[in-house]
């Protein structure tokens, strides 16, 4: 069995599953999935395999890996090449049979009307299809990103890391400061642990180096 299939069975007394991947494969795809059980991956124009190869990936790993597909920058800034980049993710989604589509905005994309207005019409086009998680860049007050998120029907993504986590039962968060030393992994693991308590599910993308260990020490913290 899985790491991240161990991970599921010891978090069903808590009623609480717990997920935790990288924001890039490293190695095989099998033997990615024997450490952890999330993968997101960025889906800017080429940077993928073609929808074939990903749909080899997806039949290889079954329900042992869960797939989060990254927007492209042209799409999260609206950007000339976005409907283009756009079809491209969007394929990756379907080749992956992804549980989630990122939108990460850039710090550009600020709290206006009309931004607003463009991430609404944006996450209309996407409805029916995996769960859409946002993650704003930039000067965004917590309290208004959380409303935005909401009328969005998005999970809103904080670094739990530095952040308290968004209300709700899902949890998406991205960890991007873990820092050199045990410590540091040590209390960033205790906040996950801890918001996970009223959560019913949690996906944790870890980038940077060490993620491998950093994995088991959140694991452990949350007892799963």
Not at 36 to 52: K, V, Y
Not at 125 to 150: K, L, Y
Not at 203 to 224: S, Y
Request: with cysteine; hydrophobic share 45%.
């Amino acid at each position: 069995m899985s790491a991240g299939g161990e991970a599921r069975s010891l978090a069903q007394p808590f009623a609480v599953a717990l997920h935790i991947g990288c924001a890039s494969l490293r190695g095989s795809i099998a033997r990615y999935a024997q450490r952890f059980d999330m993968l997101e991956l960025r889906a800017e124009l080429g940077a993928l395999p073609r929808p074939p190869r990903l749909r080899e990936w997806a039949r290889q790993v079954g329900d042992d890996l869960i797939f989060s597909v990254r927007l492209p920058v042209a799409v999260a800034g609206f950007e000339p090449d976005a409907e283009r980049s756009l079809s491209y993710a969007l394929k990756a989604v379907d080749a992956l049979g992804a549980r989630f589509i990122v939108l990460t905005t850039p710090p550009a994309i600020t709290p206006t009307s009309r931004n607003c207005d463009r991430l609404n019409e944006l996450c209309r086009r996407m409805a029916g299809g995996p769960t859409i998680a946002w993650e704003p860049g930039g000067v965004w007050e917590t309290t208004r990103a959380a409303e935005v998120a909401a009328q969005m029907g998005a999970v809103l993504v904080r670094d739990l890391s530095v952040d308290e986590p968004p209300p709700g039962p899902l949890i998406y968060t991205r960890l991007s400061r873990l820092g050199g030393g045990g410590r540091v992994r040590l209390a960033v693991a205790e906040r996950v642990g801890h918001a996970i308590g009223s959560c019913d599910d949690v996906f944790v993308v870890i980038e940077g180096q060490g993620a491998g260990k950093a994995a088991d020490i959140i694991r452990a913290e949350a007892g799963a």
